[in-house]
């Protein structure tokens, strides 16, 4: 094995360790403070500017005017329900259902690119994961979540999945449980595609 297989094997191994204890953590909860998105239907999605899976720059305005795009906001890399939804949304771009011609598509999660490329890499995710390490773009969307568990707070994401279009005006807020299936995001982003463009 070398020396690149190797670290990617030792990140994949170790971020699966972490995944795994998430649910043994459950009971030990004893404060959590779950956000909501902050945001609704209508408003302008607040700009942004992360690295993805192979470190490069994404900024959220370099769409506006071109493309539709589709946020799926993840909790931790490899955990079951995250792998789940990564894995329906690449099932998505494979059967059409989310046309890239003009719907930019990206997971989103506070895991590292390191971490990201290991996952994409382990489930066939051929679309970019960006990394919000700094909690900036989650806390400006409203969806940053705080556990306390033995005294320590811990933070992630809320997952999500949220549609943009052209104009930069969120069309879809999906969160919570509902967004491990992104049925109703893919649904729209294909009433997106046929709708004539505005001037």
Known sequence: MDSVMMKRALVAGSL?????AVPRLAHQVHKAEVAH???KVGDMAPDFILLTNDWKTVRLS?????????????VLAFSE????QMRAVQAGIDSGRIPTADTAVFGVSMDSPAANAAFAEQNGLHFPLLSDMNHKMVTSYGILKTYSIENEDYRWA??????IDKRGIIRL??????AV???????LCTTLHKQPPTN
């Open 158 to 163: 809320l997952r999500a999945n949220i549609v």
């Open 81 to 84: 329900g995250c792998t789940a």
């Open 181 to 187: 299936d992104p049925n109703t995001a893919l649904t």
């Open 173 to 178: 807020i999906d969160e919570g449980d509902n």
């Open 62 to 74: 370099d769409y506006r005017d071109k493309k539709n795009v589709f946020l799926a906001v993840y």
């Open 16 to 20: 699966l360790m972490v995944a795994a």
């Open 37 to 39: 998105m902050s945001l």
